[in-house]
């Protein structure tokens, strides 16, 4: 199952009719060979039918990159550019959009061969403004044909994750746990952003599950859990419930994608899952997570949105953790101080009870479920995954709509330390700087429940681009501020 999207962009350039058209014809083919020659040339589409310098040019490009597949679209301006019919090509195209531009390439040819398209972005902005175009414009959008070209690859993960989103359906399984309001919040955001979702009950799930015993495949879906497992495979004797609940999700999704093409889940996993189905979800949840489709726990819907971006985003598994403790400061002292850049404040520990796929584990043990088992019998808890998170560089980031109905999110670049954990479940300890100050006043200010989604590696500057072309607006984007920028908060005089 293909659950993320394969972006195909199309490059169309544009030219102001006083200006000379060779230099968009000859600018765009560098720009073409340019990104061909460093990065994969599926990823584009060079439109040939003409250069946009009227309306009829803009429907016939707009047709041309239609029927080649094309999902996203870079507008580059050769020159000055036509700042109605570019921005009309970005209106009706509809999926996401780019503008970059042409620099001068010689001081020795500044007459016929000036294109003075640094004049023309400020136009094409405008122009979008006044249409409502929500567009993605690079932080610097001038550049040589090389440079564009790796604009344009920066472009492929932010339109990856906005096509996605316009495509994706949340399945739900059953309200939040009783007295767990922490991952509560309006749907309302969902449908703004072009999300849809499937609320179900419980119930329902249980009587699929229950509708799935006996199921043929099951034995085929053990042996791989088998394989996967290895050594950590400590309770064999609950795998085909697994298998049966696995089977279970899949079914479920392709039943009920409808017309989307991607799906995220957002499940139940106590109190009374254990009891009536007689295991705990998590390693399944892992298994869906590691084939890109995100399982979020505890009816977590914002946390599998979350989750799906960061997937997207990374092009690789992700997980979701709680923002759990902190690390206790005689293991900071023993492991962390003098080794690391980072005070003990910077530094915590993320931790969920087995949702972490085993591909992100340094190891992993089926085991029971630790805190679960204080309060119920040992054998109906069976089913997460423990292990250590691999270390190395992290992103960890939320989408959010808080209780006001407002659509807020959060990145912070940090890392995993190699540095054992002592504790259990899928658990690491992560470290980002100034972290007790983001906590303070982004994480608690924010109003942000406990669960952060966490891809691996940094795409802080991908994710920050996603979120404001969704609509989040940029001062809702809490990111973890360096000592010498204060937050709005933050008391001055502490």
């Known amino acids: 199952m293909q659950n993320i999207p394969k972006v195909k962009i199309g490059i169309v350039a544009v030219s102001r009719d006083c200006f000379p058209e060779s230099l968009s014809v000859n600018r765009r083919k560098a720009l073409v060979d340019a990104y061909t020659a460093k990065y994969d040339a599926s990823d584009i589409y060079e439109c040939p039918v003409c250069i ?8 016939q490009a707009l047709e041309d990159i239609k029927a ?9 301006l050769g020159n000055f550019g036509p700042e109605i019919s570019e921005t009309l090509l970005a209106k009706h195209f509809g999926g996401p959009t780019m503008f970059v531009a042409a620099a001068e390439e010689s001081g ?20 979008l403004k006044l249409r409502n175009i929500h567009a993605y414009i690079p932080e610097y959008p001038i550049g040589s044909a090389e440079e564009c070209a790796d604009m344009i690859h920066e472009f492929v993960p932010i339109a990856r994750t906005v096509i996605g989103l316009q495509n994706l359906k949340i399945i739900t399984f059953g309200p939040r746990p009783l007295n767990f309001l922490a991952c509560n919040a309006p749907i309302k955001q969902l449908y703004n952003i ?16 229950n509708n799935h015993e006996g199921d043929a495949r099951i034995p085929d879906v053990v042996k791989d859990m088998e394989a996967e497992l290895g050594a950590g495979n400590q309770k064999p004797e609950i795998l085909s419930k697994l298998a049966q609940y696995e089977l279970t999700l899949l079914d479920w999704v392709e039943a009920h994608r409808g017309y989307r093409k991607y799906v995220a889940i957002a499940g139940k996993c106590w109190p009374a899952f254990q009891t009536q189905f007689k295991f705990v979800p998590c390693y399944v949840n892992s298994r869906l997570t590691g084939r890109d489709i995100p399982v979020s726990c505890e009816v977590d819907i914002y946390g599998a949105l979350s989750e799906f971006i960061g997937t997207c985003v990374s092009d690789d598994i992700v997980t979701l953790l709680d923002i759990n403790n902190t690390v206790p400061s005689d293991i ?20 969920h009870c087995g949702n972490t796929c085993s591909k992100k584990l340094t190891s992993c043990t089926m085991k029971n479920q630790k805190i679960m088992a204080r309060s119920l019998p040992a054998e109906v808890t069976n089913g997460t995954i423990e292990g250590e998170i691999v270390p190395g560089d992290i992103t960890f980031f939320r989408l959010q709509s808080t209780a006001d109905n407002i659509l807020r999110a959060y990145v912070a670049q940090g890392e995993v330390l190699p540095v054992a954990t002592r504790s259990f479940g899928g658990v690491g300890i992560f470290a980002i700087q100034e972290m007790g100050r983001f906590y303070r006043h982004v994480l608690i200010e924010g109003n942000y429940p406990h669960h952060g989604a966490v891809a691996f590696g940094h795409h802080g500057k991908a994710l920050y681009e996603v979120f404001k072309l969704i609509g989040v607006c940029p001062d809702e984007i809490g990111y973890n501020h360096p000592k010498s920028v204060p937050y709005r908060t933050e008391n001055p005089f502490a």
């Open 52 to 59: 946009v310098e009227s309306e009829i040019h803009m429907v």
């Open 68 to 76: 080649a597949g094309c999902d996203a679209l870079c507008v580059y």
């Open 108 to 127: 020795k040819d500044l007459a016929d061969g000036r294109g003075d398209a640094y004049c023309g972005m400020l136009n094409a902005s405008y122009n």
């Open 194 to 209: 072009g999300v849809e979702i499937e609320e179900n009950s419980e119930l329902d799930l249980f009587e699929a599950f």
């Open 332 to 351: 900071y002292e023993e492991d962390i101080k003098g080794k690391f850049d980072y005070k003990l404040s910077d530094t915590f520990m993320g931790f």
